[in-house]
């Protein structure tokens, strides 16, 4: 694994050397932050939830292109790479390759776009819980594709292979590696329907050994009119060391999540915004480990989103959470949020 990890260094900078000689800033280079307040059982705090830069750059008609995307985390104290990759796309559509660091292609609700349009979309705590099973970010290699089945609907698919010792690019002795699958049917304009397989060698450090871990799901996302609504539900086994148990006891889960909004447009020729956009949002999540006694954990989650051309963005919601058996949150407290992100180009 180790010979793989210099090898997909050794690609990483490759890409981004040649970018330098084509297009080194094919977007610009772009930066943007997000700080937040949360109010919960009478404590307030504020932390700078996101801080990130982007490069990006492409040669050879785009067909070779690199992005890397390093993250100040934790209030600025600590840097951590998101994504680091190279993209090959020679046989584009129909084969695309990705080496290096990038996020593994499991629920729909990770692919965010730079910078998040909608700041609710970790609006589903439960499932961001499960992704904790898995590594979210991780190295490896990746192939896509897109096939056409008509003017406007097409079929796409994404298989990756990552380090199964955990989100690091260090040796793996064992040789085990994660595998995750993804396929996406889009039959309609601003529908997409999609299944995932996510298959986990997660490394437990203080035992020095391998859990084994099986995620899985189907989704359904529709934009258009105005409408953003999405669904999914979610299924899987976090293994003998998962983070779903309870009394020391762990087991299989399912759960579902339903999430929609509406926005509103309307000119603002101020300050030269553009458009200010409002977006009501309400979301709803439902899991249940699979013991005996354990009651599921609900989320019920309403909020509003408002973007004030594409360079500030606000959202506001309250999160009523109830987790009786404390399955998924260490108590039932429930959450007020207020997120601003600020983008700089």
């Not at 993209?87 to 129909?94: N, Q």
């Not at 019920?300 to 500030?312: D, F, K, R």
Request: with cysteine; glycine share 12%; net charge negative.
């Amino acid at each position: 694994m180790k010979r793989i990890g210099f090898v997909m260094v050794g690609v990483m900078l490759l890409g981004f050397f040649a970018s330098l000689q084509a297009k080194p800033f094919e977007n610009a280079a772009q930066s943007y932050i997000q700080q937040e307040i949360r109010y919960t059982q009478d404590k307030l705090t504020f932390s700078v939830r996101r801080m990130r830069l982007r490069f990006t750059g492409s040669l050879a008609d785009g067909k070779l292109a690199y992005r890397l995307e390093p993250a100040f985390e934790k209030d600025g104290r600590s840097l951590d790479v998101k994504f680091a990759y190279a993209d090959i796309k020679y046989m584009a559509p129909y084969f695309n390759i990705r080496v290096g660091k990038f996020c593994t292609p499991s629920n729909v609700e990770v692919y965010w776009t730079w910078p998040p349009k909608q700041l609710t979309v970790w609006i589903n705590p439960i499932t961001r819980k499960i992704w904790e099973v898995g590594d979210l970010f991780d190295y490896g290699v990746q192939g896509s594709g897109t096939f056409k089945l008509g003017a406007e609907s097409n079929l796409g698919y994404i298989v990756s292979v990552t380090n199964g010792k955990g989100s690091g690019i260090a040796a793996n002795p064992d040789g085990k590696v994660d595998i995750c699958g993804r396929v996406n049917l889009t039959p309609i304009k601003g529908l997409q329907i999609g299944g995932w397989t996510q298959l986990v060698n997660a490394y437990v450090a203080a035992l020095d050994s391998i859990d084994k871990r099986t995620l899985s799901g189907i989704d359904v996302w529709y934009t258009g009119y105005g409408l953003d609504i999405r669904g999914g539900y979610d299924m899987g086994d976090a293994g003998d060391f998962g983070i779903i148990t309870v009394d020391g006891r762990t087991g299989k889960y399912t759960g579902f999540h339903i999430m929609g909004g509406y926005s509103f447009e309307t000119p603002v020729e101020a300050f030269e915004i553009g458009t200010l956009e409002v977006q009501p949002v309400i979301n709803y999540s439902s899991y249940a480990p699979d013991i005996d006694g354990v009651d599921p954990a609900t989320v019920i989650t309403p909020g509003v989103n408002l973007y004030l051309g594409e360079n500030l963005k606000f959202m506001l919601n309250y999160r009523m959470i109830t987790d009786e058996d404390g399955a998924y949150f260490a108590s039932d407290d429930n959450v007020f949020e207020m997120r601003t992100q600020v983008l700089f180009k």
